[in-house]
């Protein structure tokens, strides 16, 4: 088994519900469309017997837009059991059944603030 990536980024969407000016994932251009699971598990099931990934970000565009976010979170688990898996996000599409992806597949979240005025709102909501 290869160990050699720290980190390994899986970028499932270009799909995000903002446009903060200098997006490092050119996500202000207007970029569209979604990665879904079934399209690539036959690849990763390879890479899986190949790689010992440590540590793995699921991110986008918005990675909790794309409707297949619970399969690849589900499915990247179960091809590294052992990997510390997140989800980066900007925290405003938040769907309370997540807490089961941490609970059931020990899959988290991480946050990203890209401008002040979304953190304010973010604050007043939660």
């Not at 590294?80 to 992806?101: E, H, R, S």
Request: proline share 6%; aromatic share 14%; hydrophobic share 40%.
């Amino acid at each position: 088994m290869i160990k050699l990536f720290p980190v390994v980024e899986f970028y499932i969407t270009n799909v995000c519900n903002l446009a903060c000016r200098g997006c490092n994932r050119f996500n202000d251009q207007k970029f569209k469309g979604h990665q879904y699971w079934d399209t690539h598990a036959e690849a990763y099931e390879a890479w899986s017997k190949r790689l010992d990934i440590p540590r793995i970000t699921i991110i986008g565009g918005e990675p909790t837009l794309n409707p297949d976010l619970e399969k690849w979170a589900i499915n990247l688990r179960r091809l590294w059991p052992n990997a510390v898996i997140m989800i980066q996000t900007n925290g405003t599409y938040w769907k309370p059944q997540w807490v089961d992806l941490w609970t059931n597949h020990k899959v988290g979240f991480g946050l990203s603030l890209h401008d002040p005025a979304t953190a304010e709102k973010l604050k007043e909501q939660w």
